[in-house]
């Protein structure tokens, strides 16, 4: 019996302190992945701050999580998403954001960088093209 793959999409809406709604979604992510499911991880509105370089949270007391993201390639995870409004519409691009690298230990291949920008038509066919989503 072959194992079924569901493709699962992770859609991150939230900020990323002020709530648990973030650091839950990346507990999620990581679990969906060491499941071995089709795994992509999604940020748009404040979800986009989830992504951003230099984060000190220790003003808020606050656990800065957001090293794990570099580690989502390390568990798969090679589809990560940025909706391009949403990033624009708070000032940032996509310099602002974290890279995330990407190796596959049996070819070999290498991908520097896995977060991809995307407009809203892209956004919109991969939600289409999900089993299932999940929104944070």
Do not use: C, H
Not at 56 to 61: A, L, M, R, S, V
Not at 64 to 73: A, E, K, Q, Y
């Amino acid at each position: 019996m072959s194992e079924v793959v569901k493709k699962f999409m992770y859609l991150n809406r939230k900020a990323p302190y002020g709530t648990i709604y973030a650091w839950e979604a990346l507990e999620v992510v990581l679990i969906g992945a060491a499941f071995d499911q089709d795994v992509s991880v999604m940020f748009l509105d404040d979800g986009v701050y989830q992504l951003t370089k230099g984060q000190d949270t220790k003003g808020i007391g606050m656990k800065n999580f957001s090293p794990t993201f570099r580690t989502l390639g390390d568990y798969e995870v090679k589809k990560v998403y940025v909706d391009r409004a949403s990033m624009e519409s708070r000032g940032l691009t996509q310099e602002d954001l974290v890279e995330i690298a990407w190796e596959d230990f049996e070819t070999e291949e290498e991908i520097d960088n896995i977060v991809e920008v995307i407009d809203s038509a892209r956004v919109s066919e991969l939600m289409n093209e999900s089993d299932a989503i999940f929104s944070f």
